[in-house]
């Protein structure tokens, strides 16, 4: 055991954290999230919550949309028809935040029980089967949780700038647009709740892989040294107990990664349109930006939302990356598993459990978005490449509008 001394930051402050995320999600009416539980709500406050939820989701989903469907040509009249363009850019942007506010929606209500039965507290009983395994994994664990965290915060208080830049321009923007502002964020951070949490799940996932293998190369260096003697038939049967355990533990993972994306599938598939939308709006800007040929004309909210697409584009690559080194340790635990060493004298038991191990990791497939697409890193690359040659499309518009003004 640890001792208290010796725990980590993440370690000491990991309940600090959730709770703050069980906060930020209750505050945006998504009562479903809740990282570590660590006592039942009260009935009434439950039902309050819920209630609170579905009337939030509602003044988003219903009632807003028609405020600004009311006032669309306010948010998007201008003199300058090259800047028009880009803030028809924009509000497509808002779209597929809005869009998938409603996938998030739906899915939260559909699924409110499973993902709390099917991913928060399958994920508690792994971190309990895995409590005393090698701990070598959580210290990516715990820079990925870091480093999420510090960039959700960042990208809140860039786009808050944003908006009290907007409202400190009064004279030269609409009311409208700085309420619109307000709404795009809200909706990005509703949106986000969930793609945190989904991230969180499969960041677990990764560790659990990762402590997994650690455990079943363990298992393979004890096989390797069994001798022929007395005790040989004793030592498989332990060896063979080990490896079914083993075997149910990495199902386990297996199910809980596969009822993570089940249920979070179309909103990462919104994450992912937004993330194209969002590139092609940071790099019409930054055209915009240059075309201007001086600094000094280009308003501050267009800088900040090119800083926020940045970083918008850097959450969804890190949320890839975790997906990609999931298979990568896949693949790794599917090798240690050819590696095991013939049982002597042909224990049959151990030699079955060998092989049922090995015939479940052949027939296991990665989870893929609503049956179409792997969430890799090859999946961001298309996204950026998909991006620039739409972004191409709006150069030629911009051009055509340059002339014709």
């Known amino acids: 055991m640890t001792s208290p001394d010796d725990r ?104 409110f029980e499973a993902i709390n039965q099917r991913c928060t507290l399958q994920r508690m009983h792994l971190e309990q089967v895995f409590k005393n395994a090698p701990q070598e994994p959580k210290k990516p664990f715990e820079f990925f949780m870091y480093f999420k965290f510090c960039l959700i915060n960042l990208m809140m208080m860039i786009q808050v700038c944003g908006i009290f830049a907007q409202y400190g321009e009064k004279a030269s923007v609409s009311q409208v647009r700085v309420h619109f502002a307000i709404y795009a964020f809200v909706l990005w951070n ?78 990462l598939i919104g994450l992912m349109l937004s993330t194209l939308i969002n590139n092609l709006t940071n790099f019409y800007t930054l055209f915009h930006m240059l075309a201007k ?53 042909r224990d049959e038991r151990l030699s079955r459990e060998i092989e049922h191990f090995s015939l479940e990791l052949l027939n296991y497939q990665p989870p893929m978005l609503c049956g179409l697409l792997h969430l890799d890193r090859r999946l961001v690359y298309l996204i950026a490449v998909t991006a620039f040659s739409y972004f191409i499309t709006l150069v030629q518009f911009d051009l055509y509008l340059r002339k014709k003004s």
């Open 293 to 345: 040929q001086s600094l000094e004309e280009v308003s501050y909210p267009v800088v900040v939302g090119s800083v926020y697409a940045t970083g918008f584009y850097i959450d969804t690559y890190i949320v890839t990356l975790v997906n990609e080194h999931i298979k990568l340790e896949l693949d790794g635990v599917a090798l240690t598993v050819r590696r095991f060493a013939e049982p002597p004298e």
């Open 8 to 111: 980590s930051f993440w370690e000491r402050h990991e309940f600090k954290f959730y709770q703050y995320g069980h906060v930020y999600a209750l505050i945006y009416g998504q009562v479903v999230i809740d990282y570590v539980p660590q006592k039942a709500l009260r009935r009434g406050v439950k039902v309050l919550l819920i209630l609170y939820g579905h009337l939030f989701s509602m003044l988003l989903i219903v009632v807003l949309p028609g405020y600004f469907c009311y006032h669309f040509r306010t948010l998007t009249d201008t003199l300058d028809r090259r800047l028009q363009l880009l803030f028809y850019v924009s509000f497509a942007n808002t779209a597929i935040k809005y869009a998938t506010v409603i996938v998030t929606y739906v899915a939260n209500t559909v699924h």
């Open 190 to 267: 509703y949106t986000e709740n969930m793609a945190d949490y989904c991230y969180w799940i499969n960041a677990s996932v990764l560790k659990y892989y990762r402590q997994f293998n650690l455990q079943l190369g363990a298992l393979r260096d004890e096989m390797d040294g069994l001798r022929p003697g007395g005790m040989l038939l004793h030592r498989c049967c332990e060896l063979s107990d080990r490896l079914e355990e083993l075997r149910r533990r990495c199902r386990k993972i297996n199910d809980l990664q596969k009822d993570s994306f089940r249920m979070h599938q179309f909103q």
